[in-house]
Every structure is written in structure tokens, then in C-alpha cells.
């Protein structure tokens, strides 16, 4: 993955950060992310977040799925 260093040892200033894990204690989480997303890290991204939310009591699932950077949900007429 190209980004991967780049988003590990980023450092994001506090005004910046996604205060993901004040939500709601009953909000459920579910993030998909595909293993050859070459334009974003998208598998660390998820494990991050999947982290933080779980350190503060929430439900998380994390898919990661075999595919690229577009990744269609499946859908029904």
C-alpha cells in the first residue's frame, strides 16, 4: 500500500480529528473496505476507526473484501 506510512505516523491536529466515537452509544458502525485501493488506505482506515470506537463501547463490524478503490453495494429493482 502506498499510503500506509503516510497515514501511520500522520499526525492530526485536534481541530482536524473525526470525533467519530462521541456518537451515540447504541449507533452501530459497519465499515467496508477492499484490500487493492491503491488511492486511499482504506484497510487502515478502518482498523483505525474500528479501534477507537470499540475503546469507547460502540459495535463496530469491519469487512474487507477483495476489490479496488470502487467498491458498488449491492442493490435490488
Known amino acids: ?3 500506509d506510512k503516510v497515514n501511520q505516523h500522520m ?4 481541530e482536524a480529528d473525526i ?6 452509544k447504541e449507533t452501530a458502525f459497519r465499515f467496508v473496505a477492499s484490500m ?3 488511492a486511499t488506505s482504506s484497510v487502515f ?9 470499540r475503546d469507547s463501547g460502540h459495535y463496530v ?3 474487507i473484501c477483495a476489490g479496488g478503490h470502487l ?7
Open 11 to 14: 499526525v492530526v491536529p485536534p
Open 1 to 3: 500500500m502506498c499510503y
Open 19 to 24: 470525533n467519530i466515537q462521541s456518537a451515540a
Open 71 to 77: 467498491m458498488d453495494p449491492p442493490y435490488f429493482p
Open 36 to 38: 487493492d485501493d491503491f
Open 61 to 63: 463490524e469491519v469487512d
Open 45 to 53: 482506515t478502518s482498523k483505525y476507526f474500528e479501534g477507537r470506537l
